[in-house]
């Protein structure tokens, strides 16, 4: 099991924003203190962040988990305040969870189409399915795909990830449809190679 989480919460600035640290976080300071609702957000979360560090742990590793129990922070402060009652431990697990899905879902449509070429399957594959495809294998498909050619790359990131059609992936980058074509089908092609290289 892994060790105890190490808190950092994140505060909303309307103000003032300081420069990001070395790892990347952005540390956020009130000029004149946290409202009433950022306190009762901070109280709710402080309550239950340990149970949705550690939810959350299971999936992703450590510093992924806590840029994830940030985000679920920052996204409870833009609720309204209809939405803010009913707020308990499950409540913020689920949010966690829902943000999880959202950063992973590009990679699982890339995933399914790989295994689509290879199975003829016409099912996209979501962590929800009877198989669920696994935080750590979608994040082998983000490593993967970082180390194609950049048109091969962007091709299967518009086209695959982002759902867009040959013909919009070909205006934004400038090239003929069956040229983003044949990007994608080789990207999808050496994904696929590399990731059972890997298996």
């Not at 609720?79 to 950063?103: F, T, V, W």
Request: with cysteine; proline share 7%; glycine share 4%.
């Amino acid at each position: 099991m892994a060790s105890g989480p190490k808190r950092t919460i994140p505060v909303p600035a309307p103000k003032k924003i300081t420069t990001p640290g070395p790892l990347g976080k952005r540390r956020m300071r009130h000029e004149s203190g946290p409202s009433p609702h950022t306190e009762t957000m901070l109280s709710l979360f402080d309550a239950h962040y340990e149970a949705l560090y550690c939810d959350l742990r299971r999936l992703t590793p450590p510093q992924e988990t806590e840029d994830l129990c940030q985000q679920t922070f920052l996204y409870l402060c833009n609720l309204q305040e209809s939405e803010r009652k009913a707020l308990d431990e499950d409540s913020l697990i689920r949010i966690g969870h829902s943000l999880l899905q959202a950063r992973y879902r590009p990679f699982q449509r890339i995933h399914s189409a790989m295994r689509n070429r290879v199975l003829g399957a016409e099912r996209e594959e979501t962590m929800h399915t009877p198989q669920p495809t696994s935080t750590q294998k979608l994040r082998r498909v983000r490593r993967e795909l970082s180390a194609l050619p950049c048109d091969i790359q962007q091709s299967v990131r518009m086209v695959i990830a982002e759902k867009q059609s040959l013909q919009q992936a070909a205006r934004r980058m400038g090239v003929t449809v069956d040229l983003v074509d044949t990007w994608t089908s080789t990207g999808l092609e050496l994904l696929t190679k590399r990731m059972c290289n890997h298996d």
